[in-house]
């Protein structure tokens, strides 16, 4: 029986809906397309950052001397790459309206200010009772590892959780240790594909 949904941030609770601002950045420095983001999370600094190698403030002064910017472009570089993000405020009430019943919780694949970026999604601090990062952790999904810990901090079985994730590889590897998981698109039905699951929504 579910008893915690576990939710990655990047891809489901926030999104990039507009890919323009992004897009028009790179041009403007003179980059490939999908560069920015290679750079700031894929690279190799990226996945250092990530792991905790590095703190978000010396990856991004690390993208700074990287692009050969300004402080000042280096805010509007900033500022331009999360231009076109949102919060799916959908999900969050989803949300809302299971934690009375469910544990809820985040893993996410990010940089030491991830709990800067849970603040913003619940500046009342009472959504998530778990939040797992990758540069806490010094491991990322889809090892086991970060999985593993994140069960033992909400007291539940693999069979007793769900996680939602939009990388195919992070959920067949929540799925490898015995997790209930749904790969996450724009457009998908959350509510349905939890209720198939025996979760009980709307009641």
Same mark, same amino acid.
């Given at each position: 029986?579910?008893? $915690? ?11 990039? #809906? ?9 041009? *403007?420095? !003179?980059?490939?397309? !999908? ?6 999370? /894929? ?17 991004? $002064?690390?993208?700074? *001397? %990287? ?6 472009? &280096? ?5 331009? @790459? ?13 949300? %809302?309206? &299971? ?9 996410? /694949? ?7 970026? #849970?603040?913003?999604?619940?500046? $009342?601090?009472?959504? =998530?009772?778990?939040?797992? !990062? ?12 970060? @999985?593993?810990?994140?069960? +033992? ?7 007793? +959780? ?7 590889? /992070? ?12 790969? =996450? *698109?724009? !457009? ?6 939890? +209720?198939?699951?025996?979760? %009980?929504?709307?009641?």
């Amino acid at each position: 029986m579910v008893k $915690a949904i576990i939710f990655d941030i990047g891809g489901v609770l926030i999104r990039t #809906v507009d890919p323009a601002p992004r897009a028009q950045l790179e041009q *403007r420095l !003179g980059l490939k397309p !999908g560069e920015a983001e290679y750079i700031v999370y /894929n690279s190799d600094q990226g996945r250092r950052a990530q792991l905790g190698a590095v703190t978000a403030r010396e990856q991004w $002064a690390w993208v700074q *001397r %990287r692009l050969q910017l300004t402080d000042a472009g &280096l805010e509007e570089f900033r500022a331009a @790459f999360w231009a076109g993000d949102r919060v799916d405020h959908t999900l969050l009430d989803l949300i %809302r309206s &299971l934690r009375t019943d469910y544990q809820m919780a985040i893993i996410s /694949n990010a940089m030491d200010d991830l709990h800067d970026v #849970v603040a913003r999604l619940d500046p $009342a601090g009472d959504l =998530f009772e778990v939040i797992t !990062g990758s540069a806490y952790e010094r491991v990322m999904k889809p090892d086991a590892v970060i @999985f593993q810990r994140t069960l +033992a901090r909400l007291g539940r079985a693999a069979t007793e +959780a769900v996680f939602i994730d939009d990388m195919p590889a /992070n959920v067949a590897g929540a799925r490898a240790i015995g997790l209930a998981a749904i790969h =996450f *698109r724009p !457009g998908l039905d959350l509510a349905a594909e939890l +209720a198939q699951l025996g979760v %009980r929504v709307g009641e």
